[in-house]
């Protein structure tokens, strides 16, 4: 059973980068069969998806964050990250990672997500 | 971007009653090179992330009862709660997969009338 935890900083202040990081546990990033995503929640509200990333380092962006947005991954920690730059207090949200197929032709849901963590940007 | 539009926002129903859930989407998420429709739904319980219902439109994820039923194509989708139990209260998102930027509906919430 693949888990997904997410961590770092609950806190950040405006104009900074946000920085997340998810672990992945019982499964492998460097799976050829997975994108490796991040969706955030802003409180009380639906999900936006951020981007995801494949094992090799290739990129998918939501063209509305994509400015300020880095995902990477390391395949020797298992993880893949979240980066976020110049944030305001409209990226006070949870952050979710999640996995979704690789093979377009085969579905691309998100499952399993991690816990999520909220993250508020405030000085 | 394809827009997702949820309807309605939020819906009570009587326990063992139906629920209804529509879906609609801007444009088509049918694609025509396997004719499948790009399109799922997931439930939300306060304080936890979603959790995957069904996909592929009307496929049920694993474990989750036959009381929930996706139907639909095209740009209209239904999610259908043959009758409601207390552990439905949630909120329930559409998602298409067809074309990123990937997008979800609104949410639609589900209360017990």
């Known amino acids: 059973q693949v888990l997904l935890q997410e961590s770092g900083p609950g806190l950040v202040k405006p104009s900074q980068t946000l920085s997340l990081t998810c672990t992945v546990s019982?499964?492998?990033?460097?799976?050829?069969?997975?994108?490796w995503s991040w969706i955030r929640q802003h409180p009380g509200k639906g999900l936006e998806w951020i981007g995801y990333?494949?094992?090799?380092?290739?990129?998918s962006y939501n063209p509305s964050l994509s400015s300020r947005v880095t995902i990477s991954v390391d395949t020797s920690e298992n993880q893949f990250s979240l980066k976020l730059t110049s944030v305001t207090a409209a990226d006070t949200a949870v952050y979710y990672c999640?996995?979704?197929?690789?093979?377009?032709?085969?579905?691309?849901?998100?499952?399993?997500w991690g816990q999520g963590t909220l993250v508020t940007v405030s000085s | 971007d394809i827009v997702m539009t949820q309807s309605p926002d939020s819906l009570a129903v009587s326990l063992g009653e139906r629920a209804t859930i529509k879906c609609k989407s801007s444009?088509?998420?049918?694609?025509?090179?396997?004719?499948?429709?790009?399109l799922t739904w997931y439930q939300q319980k306060p304080g936890q992330p979603p959790k995957l219902l069904i996909y592929?439109?009307?496929t049920r994820e694993s474990g989750v009862p036959d009381r929930f039923s996706g139907s639909g194509s095209g740009r209209d989708f239904t999610l259908t709660i043959s009758s409601l139990q207390a552990e439905d209260v949630a909120v329930y998102y559409c998602?298409?997969?067809?074309?990123?930027?990937?997008?979800f509906g609104q949410g639609t919430k589900l209360e017990i009338k």
């Open positions: 998602q298409q997969y067809y074309s990123t930027p990937y997008t």
């Open positions: 999640a996995r979704a197929s690789y093979n377009w032709l085969s579905g691309r849901w998100f499952d399993p």
């Open positions: 990333i494949y094992y090799s380092g290739s990129t």
């Open positions: 592929w439109t009307s």
């Open positions: 444009q088509s998420v049918l694609h025509s090179s396997n004719n499948k429709n790009y």
């Open positions: 019982g499964g492998s990033v460097s799976s050829g069969d997975y994108y």
